[in-house]
T-cell receptor, first 113, second 116 residues
Framework: ETGVTQSPTHLIKTRGQQVTLRCSSQSGHNTVSWYQQALGQGPQFIFQYYREEENGRGNFPPRFSGLQFPNYSSELNVNALELDDSALYLC????????????FGPGTRLTVT | AQKITQTQPGMFVQEKEAVTLDCTYDTSDPSYGLFWYKQPSSGEMIFLIYQGSYDQQNATEGRYSLNFQKARKSANLVISASQLGDSAMYFCAMRGLIQGAQKLVFGQGTRLTINP
């Protein structure tokens, strides 16, 4: 059984640029959630994708957007990067959008300079 | 809205001792789930243990147990016989509902350091 994978591991971008982060869900999982974890904080929910549609969103501006593909992998896109976007971005997959337990990937560490 | 509070920013414990990490929660939902995750320096969130609000018994998973006191709204993690590899950040989380999506609401975390 393949676990959740994320790419890239680390990324450095300049303020104002755009970035795309990728996540492959665990085999058999159809739901992907994205979280942002700032340094020294707990993760914050960004949004969730279920069967290729956004299925709930946290308190993040529209410049945070996402996609889910037919194979249930997912992308997180962030436009017009700001310094405060520097964080660890975690992807979690689950079997169902409701009560399923979420399994996390290793994360992508984004630094915005 | 759901909220998780972890009041211990850091804990230092001698190897082989037991340790209790505190977690209190707030929710108006009658049905909820509580989780503990371990996050080593590598960044990955590792699931440790789960407690459902209607579970009659406290959850246990190997050296991990969850001391669930519903009336006090607390869900403390107990690690028995601590090991050097237990040094990490520990997060308590609650499953919450937003626009039909089940999200996890995390506390601020506790950094546990096991001394040899």
């Amino acid at each position: 059984e393949t676990g959740v994978t994320q790419s890239p591991t680390h990324l450095i971008k300049t303020r104002g640029q755009q970035v795309t982060l990728r996540c492959s869900s665990q085999s058999g999982h159809n739901t992907v959630s994205w979280y942002q974890q700032a340094l020294g904080q707990g993760p914050q929910f960004i949004f969730q994708y279920y069967r290729e549609e956004e299925n709930g969103r946290g308190n993040f501006p529209p410049r945070f957007s996402g996609l889910q593909f037919p194979n249930y992998s997912s992308e997180l896109n962030v436009n017009a990067l700001e310094l405060d976007d520097s964080a660890l971005y975690l992807c979690a997959s689950s079997l169902v959008a409701g009560a399923g337990e979420q399994y996390f990937g290793p994360g992508t560490r984004l630094t915005v300079t | 809205a759901q909220k998780i509070t972890q009041t211990q920013p850091g804990m230092f414990v001698q190897e082989k001792e037991a340790v209790t990490l505190d977690c209190t929660y707030d929710t108006s939902d009658p049905s909820y789930g509580l989780f503990w995750y371990k996050q080593p320096s590598s960044g990955e969130m590792i699931f440790l243990i789960y407690q459902g609000s209607y579970d009659q018994q406290n959850a246990t998973e190997g050296r991990y147990s969850l001391n669930f006191q519903k009336a006090r709204k607390s869900a403390n993690l107990v690690i028995s016989a601590s090991q050097l590899g237990d040094s990490a950040m520990y997060f308590c989380a609650m499953r919450g509902l937003i626009q039909g999506a089940q999200k996890l609401v995390f506390g601020q975390g506790t950094r546990l350091t096991i001394n040899p």
